[in-house]
């Protein structure tokens, strides 16, 4: 049997409900998008971390939607290439491994005991923990 692709993160989300990682999920979509198109409230949810929130890059983009192993809906945003796109694409349906990137945050000494998060809501009006107002 073929080993899972691994899915590399260099810190905990926000977006992982408390969980750290490594753990399985399936990748159910993957799909190419353009940083505009995205709303403040996908954005802010997609890179808040206790450890520092990533910056999106302005450009193409691909969205993973995962499905954990609990049932609940995770996605990822990835840097867009054809060859990349295509990849991901390739393995839809299939479990993969979501893991920290080398080195991870632990052996650094930067992952925290336990992951604790606001959860990230949008009311239309203003993002949580945020001044970053949401789209429709």
């Not at 810190?11 to 995205?38: H, I, M, N, S």
């Not at 694409?89 to 299939?94: A, Q, V």
Request: hydrophobic share 30%.
């Amino acid at each position: 049997m073929e080993r899972p692709i691994q899915i590399d993160f260099d810190r905990d989300y926000c977006k992982f409900g408390g969980r750290k990682l490594p753990f399985p999920a399936t990748l159910l979509q993957c799909f190419k998008v353009l940083y505009r198109e995205l709303s403040e409230g996908f954005k802010h949810y997609d890179v808040t971390s206790p450890q520092g929130d990533f910056k999106l890059p302005q450009t193409d983009l691909i969205v993973l939607l995962l499905l954990l192993d609990d049932g609940k809906l995770c996605t990822t945003v990835r840097f867009y290439t054809p060859k990349r796109q295509a990849f991901y694409r390739k393995h839809e349906g299939e479990l993969v491994d979501l893991v920290y990137s080398e080195p991870s945050p632990a052996e650094e000494g930067k992952q925290p005991d336990a992951i604790t998060c606001a959860p990230v809501r949008c009311s239309g009006a203003l993002c949580a923990d945020s001044t970053r107002r949401c789209r429709g």
